[in-house]
C-alpha cells in the first residue's frame, strides 16, 4: 500500500498546524506498515488509538485559533472534526473486536479524509489566518 507524503500544497501557513499535519501523515504511514502484518491486529487498533489521540489534540489546536480569532466557519469546521473522530473511533472498535473492516480499508479511508479535509477545509482557512497570525507561529 503507498504511504501519504507531505507536499508543499498542503500547508496552510500556520506552523503549528502544518506540523500536526506532518505528524497525522506519520501516523498513517505507521498504520500502513503495520497493515500488511495481519488482518484487524491489535497494532493496527493501538495504531489507530494513537491517530485518535493525535487527532483530537491537532482539533483542539485549530479550534482554539478559530475561537481566538474569530474564524466565521468554525460551526462547519468542528462538524468535520467531529465525523472524523466518530468514525476513526468506529474502526478502532472493529479493528480490536476484528470485525468487517480489513486495516487497507481503514488506511484508504485515513489517507482520503485527511488529504480531502486538508485540501477543501482547512485551505478554506488559510488566507483568514495568514491576515491574522504573524509568520512562524
Keep these: ?16 498546524i502544518d506540523r500536526q499535519h506532518r505528524h497525522l501523515f506519520e501516523i498513517i504511514n505507521k498504520l500502513i506498515d503495520h497493515s500488511g502484518t495481519s488482518k484487524d491486529s491489535e497494532l493496527v487498533s493501538e495504531t489507530l488509538t494513537e491517530m485518535l489521540n493525535y487527532a483530537k489534540e491537532h482539533f483542539t489546536t485549530e479550534e482554539e485559533l478559530m475561537q481566538e480569532y474569530g474564524y466565521p466557519e468554525i460551526g462547519s469546521h468542528k462538524e468535520q472534526h467531529i465525523y472524523f473522530f466518530k468514525t476513526t473511533a468506529e474502526l478502532s472498535v472493529n479493528a480490536l473486536n476484528k ?24 485551505m478554506k482557512y488559510k488566507e483568514f489566518f495568514k491576515a491574522k497570525i504573524p509568520a512562524g507561529v
Excluded at 486495516?103 to 485540501?119: C, D, G, P, Q, R
Design 99 to 122: 470485525q468487517s473492516m480489513v486495516a487497507s480499508e481503514i488506511v484508504e479511508f485515513l489517507k482520503m479524509w485527511l488529504t480531502l479535509h486538508i485540501l477543501k477545509c482547512d
Design 1 to 16: 500500500m503507498e504511504k501519504v507524503s507531505w507536499k508543499d500544497e498542503y500547508s496552510v501557513g500556520v506552523a503549528k
